[in-house]
């Protein structure tokens, strides 16, 4: 498997971005939905293969639903919708960021010293 095939991006608001890339994950940030929109879109039509987009769940959510679908029904890149910040308490949208990163990667990422999450 390639390198390029093997790469998780993600896709995200300016302001969630820093942490993704603390993380050391690839980051595209989009200021808005318009622009995720055209930043998916071209993922999706790159020749270069990415192994998996994860995106902002209300970006992905503006997408259309022909975009939706299009996502969604291809297996490279596997496109995943990440939790926007308004969902939950902030433990637990840690904790379902700390999965979803873990099941993307293959190990688990820590938040705070310790880590305990």
């Not at 790159?46 to 997408?63: C, F, K, M, N, T």
């Not at 975009?67 to 297996?75: E, S, V, W, Y």
């Not at 700390?98 to 993307?104: M, N, W």
């Amino acid at each position: 498997m390639s390198a390029a095939r093997e790469r998780l991006i993600v896709l995200t608001t300016p302001s969630d971005a820093v942490g993704y890339r603390l993380a050391g994950v690839a980051v595209l940030d989009a200021a808005d939905a318009g622009a995720a929109t055209g930043i998916l879109t071209h993922l999706l039509d790159s020749s270069e293969e990415h192994g998996i987009v994860a995106i902002h769940r209300p970006y992905l959510e503006a997408a259309g639903p022909a975009l939706r679908a299009r996502a969604g029904a291809g297996t490279t890149p596997l496109v995943v919708e990440l939790p926007s910040a308004a969902e939950g308490d902030a433990g637990d949208r840690r904790a379902r960021l700390r999965a979803l990163l873990a099941r993307a990667v293959g190990y688990e990422i820590t938040f705070e010293p310790g880590g305990s999450g």
